[in-house]
């Protein structure tokens, strides 16, 4: 048994140290400040040396901020004409991607230009890498800019790497949208700069509409701070309704990271990593739970006016960052703890300012405790996955002798129709059925471990994985499709392929179709037959295609009977595609077989058809709709 392997230093603020060493802050923040005093409604773009930044300013949203769309949540599938999630669509029952109404309004402002400035940068061979930076509400178009590029470079297999860093961003989307982005492997691409006691970040945390005007002014206050240099020296005038804004955020905060039942559900959630910053430091922080128990934090430590006013003071924070992390810091307050682990706890709790608060810091430190790794690492569990595949096979060689006596049989239905039918009762064909499901569970779960960041990023394309689902998949498929019509579930649910297909085999669709792309075209001819049907919902379309056909003898509707019909032709073609090239396996063309049983239904309905057409007067019921027996 691998015991739990924890990292035995506090990497939090190491990271931060990492990143404020480098010139990305630095050179986002000149950006966005460029950005603001000279495209305010657009943005700015610089490269060179084979980076380009492309930077948006913090601007003033007034969609966004009235009272009927504050909090307004819109679905989310393509941005212009790519798909963004689509290829790992949500389990059934589970909330769609939603996006922020009024920010994704924004972003299809700018959209057409940002996609045409990146398609010429694009262009250029020597663009390596894309930084997009945003400021305020500008850090929300950012992001979805970066989705939007992410996608693109993905559909076209580009190595072109993309960053995007925001400043005083608000959040953008709901849980889905987090966990999307988590499935995507896209977290990394996302860091969001937070100051200590900034309000704007933490502000859909609230409903906010009784302040719907203290909002708008100070999104007008922020933007003129920006654009007008005479403001930038002017503190934000509060009133009494401004704090009473502070303190319903704060509550709203407190609410949101209460655990357990009768807690407040959070209807916008954050995504990637987040670097907290104050005058003393920052630390970085990448678990949801993890952040907004941080945002709370800091913020309850503020007071209305720094609230407010930290919203513009990130060039003040990234310039003392910068000087910071040029030295180490002298040493930690207090008595030094024996464990590295707790003494970067100690510098990680001092660089967020809370220790030096006067505030009990045991929720801060419980707070930066949450991001540490416990258990095997990704590479262990993959090592432990692959011996718990090498456990399972067994399961799949006794489905596939069950297939193989199938095939013997002299009725000869074949594996799907006998499996189906059940008409072979026995404990060979109930050991099948439990062994389908323990196979389920076991490939579950890799994709629950994928989707949780506990395997490698390159399991789905590791050749070893590839292989193993898709022969999983030709071999099992047809059975749970068995079950599917056998039970007569797609009379109350729908055909299988659109409404009972499991996630699973659609994620094994996708790994296999990536692993083909990549793969030099093989013109070879097979000489035999496919031990697997290459086709796994190849019995699902037969099952579609019996129902059309029983579909033209009833029908009266001229319209729809051609319609029938050309369903009934483009499956028949595809299926003696499939035989031709012999990508299916031998049960397919057995005597009793499902499909063979449709090709012979067809063969007589069309001869039926053609004496009508030949002798119409005797098929008078026929013409008048009447159902042929």
Request: hydrophobic share 40%.
């Given at each position: ?12 603020e ?44 913090g601007?003033?949203?007034?969609a ?85 590029l ?12 993309v ?40 502000l859909?945390?609230?409903?906010i ?71 003393e ?74 220790a ?73 064909a ?13 490939w ?18 590791r ?139 067809l ?27």
């Open positions: 048994m691998v015991s739990d392997q924890v990292s035995p230093f506090e990497t939090s190491m990271v931060a140290a990492f990143v404020a060493s480098t010139p990305l802050l630095s050179e986002s923040w000149r950006l966005c400040t460029s950005a603001a005093a000279t495209a305010p409604r657009n943005f700015v773009t610089e490269g060179g040396g084979g980076v380009v930044y492309v930077a948006f300013p601007v003033e949203m007034v966004a901020s009235t009272e009927s769309n504050w909090r307004k949540l819109v679905a989310f599938d393509s941005i212009g004409d790519v798909a963004v999630f689509s290829a790992r669509r949500n389990k059934e029952g589970h909330e769609p991607v939603m996006v922020h109404a009024g920010m994704l309004n924004l972003f299809s402002t700018v959209f057409d230009p940002f996609r045409n400035q990146m398609l010429t940068m694009l262009g250029n061979t020597n663009t390596k890498s894309i930084v997009i930076t945003g400021h305020s509400i500008g850090g929300a178009t950012a992001s979805l800019c970066a989705l939007w992410l996608s693109y470079l993905h559909h076209i297999s580009s190595s072109v790497s960053l995007c860093i925001t400043f005083g961003s608000p959040l953008l989307g709901n849980g889905s949208f987090s966990r999307a982005i988590l499935r995507e492997r896209w977290a990394g691409n996302f860091c969001h700069v937070v100051s200590k006691h900034d309000i704007m970040p933490r859909l945390f609230a409903p509409t009784p302040y719907t005007a203290q909002l708008n002014f100070l999104l007008q206050f922020w933007q003129l701070s920006m654009t007008v240099p005479g403001f930038r020296n002017l503190a934000v005038p509060i009133s009494d309704q401004l704090k009473e804004l502070f303190n319903f955020v704060n509550r709203c905060l407190d609410a949101a990271t209460q655990e357990g039942e009768g807690s407040a559900p959070v209807l916008f959630h954050p995504f990637g990593s987040y670097l907290f910053v104050s005058s430091g920052a630390v970085c922080v990448d678990s949801s739970t993890a952040v907004i128990k941080m945002m709370h934090l800091m913020f309850a430590s503020g007071s209305p006016a720094s609230s407010f006013e930290d919203h513009l003071k990130y060039g003040d924070y990234v310039k003392k960052l910068s000087l910071q992390f040029l030295h180490q810091k002298d040493s930690v307050q207090g008595n030094i703890p024996d464990s590295s682990y707790e003494a970067g706890l100690e510098l990680a709790v001092q660089s967020s300012g809370l030096n608060q006067e505030l009990d810091i045991e929720p801060a430190k419980e707070c930066l405790k949450m991001t540490r790794r416990m258990g095997p690492s990704p590479t262990m569990n993959a090592a432990i996955l692959a011996i718990t595949l090498s456990k399972v096979v067994p399961y799949r060689a006794e489905i596939q002798c069950y297939k193989a006596w199938c095939d013997q049989q002299v009725d000869q239905m074949g594996y799907y129709d006998l499996f189906k039918s059940r008409r072979s009762i026995s404990k060979m109930m050991k099948v059925n439990m062994n389908r499901h323990k196979l389920a569970r076991f579950n779960n890799v994709i629950e471990m994928l989707e949780r960041n506990e395997l490698p990023h390159d399991v789905a394309v050749e070893k994985w590839v292989n193993a689902s898709q022969f999983y998949k030709l071999l099992v498929e047809p059975l749970d499709i068995a079950e599917y019509y056998g039970k007569g579930t797609h009379t109350t649910k729908g055909h299988y392929i659109e409404h009972g297909r499991e996630r699973r085999y659609k994620i094994f669709d996708r790994w296999w179709k990536d692993k083909m792309a990549t793969m030099e075209e093989n013109n070879e001819r097979r000489s035999t037959f496919a031990s697997l049907t290459q086709d796994s919902c190849f019995w699902a379309r037969v099952e579609e295609a019996r129902e059309w056909l029983n579909s033209v003898r009833s029908e009266i509707d001229t319209s729809k009977v051609a319609l029938l019909w050309d369903n009934i032709e483009k499956f028949e073609k595809y299926a003696m595609e499939l035989i031709d090239n012999k990508e299916v396996s031998q049960d397919v063309l057995a005597r009793n077989s499902s499909y063979s049983t449709w090709v012979e239904d063969r007589g309905l069309r001869e039926l058809k053609a004496k009508v057409k030949r002798f119409p007067h005797d098929f008078n019921p026929f013409l008048d709709g009447e159902v042929i027996p």
